[in-house]
């Protein structure tokens, strides 16, 4: 091994989306290279320019022979450094170690882990380095193969994130507004589900397939998660109708929507979900596909993650 490789496997590289958050990055970005060399954090960073351009900074890095990542920015764009480790093929993705410094606008995957939004305390949480080996979600549909590290769901789930790309200048609020829409506006589909072994035949407002515990601003829709038990934590909400949901909005929040009678939930470390006419709203991390089948497979301790 070159000495280059000894100092990069010991040092973070951090990947910064400079369009996330509230568009105060350059204040922020200084903020935090100031409190990581107070903390002689070893670094080295690169921008991202174009979608999903995490994908190919964080293989270059892991070529380098960095094994630290430190991804900046939101929900997408941790999704799609997650995306760089489990696609690339240069070592083990339990080798390679994720923190997170917030600036989205969900910020959905640090909730689980009762992270806090402050850079001075995200940095105190990096250099501390406490790390817990999570399950990562794989997604197979039609044409691609995605993983996730939150949360994915189909129907009313990948339907507000659709939304939500018109509704971002908002932002926090525009999750809530992207589900009112979506109350108002979305039909449900019928879908053939196998799980367990079992076929199921339903007309469903969504299904979602949780690894930790938050999607949408906030919302929980799963139930007794544990991000390292190398099964998915799957809910189906039914026939659920316009009065059901404002009647249970606060329980969306709270978690306590599981408990309704048209609610069911389940674990497993597979399942496959597929629209009975043509194809819906799908999304992973927030982030959006479109396909007429999926298949979801959960991979145990797959990556490294630095939480609270």
């Known amino acids: 091994m070159s000495t280059i490789d000894k100092i990069n496997i010991n040092s973070w590289y951090i990947i910064a989306n400079p369009a996330s958050g509230n568009r105060n990055f350059s204040k922020q970005w200084k903020e935090i290279q100031q409190l990581l060399n107070k903390k002689n954090v070893d670094y080295s960073f690169a921008f991202t320019r174009f979608s999903k351009h995490e994908i190919e900074l964080v293989q270059n890095a892991i070529q380098k022979g960095f094994r630290n990542i430190i991804?900046?920015?939101?929900?997408?764009?941790l999704h799609n450094v997650v995306n760089g480790i489990m696609l690339q093929r240069y070592v083990k993705t339990s080798d390679i170690t994720i923190a997170v410094i917030p600036l989205g606008t969900g910020n959905d995957w640090i909730k689980t882990y009762k992270q806090p939004k402050s850079l001075e305390k995200t940095i105190e949480i990096i250099s501390n380095k406490n790390t817990t080996l999570q399950d990562i979600g794989a997604i197979t549909t039609d044409k691609n193969l995605i993983y996730y590290n939150n949360v994915a769901g189909i129907g009313y789930d990948g339907y507000i994130v659709n939304k939500l790309k018109y509704l971002k200048k908002f932002g926090a609020l525009s999750y809530l507004l992207a589900g009112i829409y979506g109350l108002i506006f979305y039909k449900k589909k019928d879908y053939t589900i196998l799980i367990n072994n079992?076929?199921?035949?339903?007309?469903?407002?969504m299904v979602v397939c949780g690894i930790c515990k938050y999607s949408g601003g906030g919302m929980q829709f799963t139930k007794n998660v544990n991000t390292t038990d190398g099964l998915l934590d799957i809910t189906i909400a039914k026939n659920l109708n316009f009065l059901d949901l404002i009647i249970n909005l606060p329980k969306l929040y709270s978690g306590a929507i599981v408990n309704h009678k048209k609610v069911s939930t389940y674990k497993t470390s597979?399942?496959?979900i597929k629209p009975i006419n043509g194809t819906s709203f799908i999304q992973a991390d927030g982030e959006l596909i479109t396909s007429d089948k999926l298949q979801i497979n959960i991979i145990p301790k797959a990556i490294n993650f630095v939480i609270n």
Do not use: M, N, Q, R
């Open 198 to 205: 079992k076929e199921l035949k339903a007309k469903c407002l």
């Open 270 to 272: 597979e399942i496959t």
């Open 71 to 77: 991804s900046v920015g939101g929900d997408g764009t």
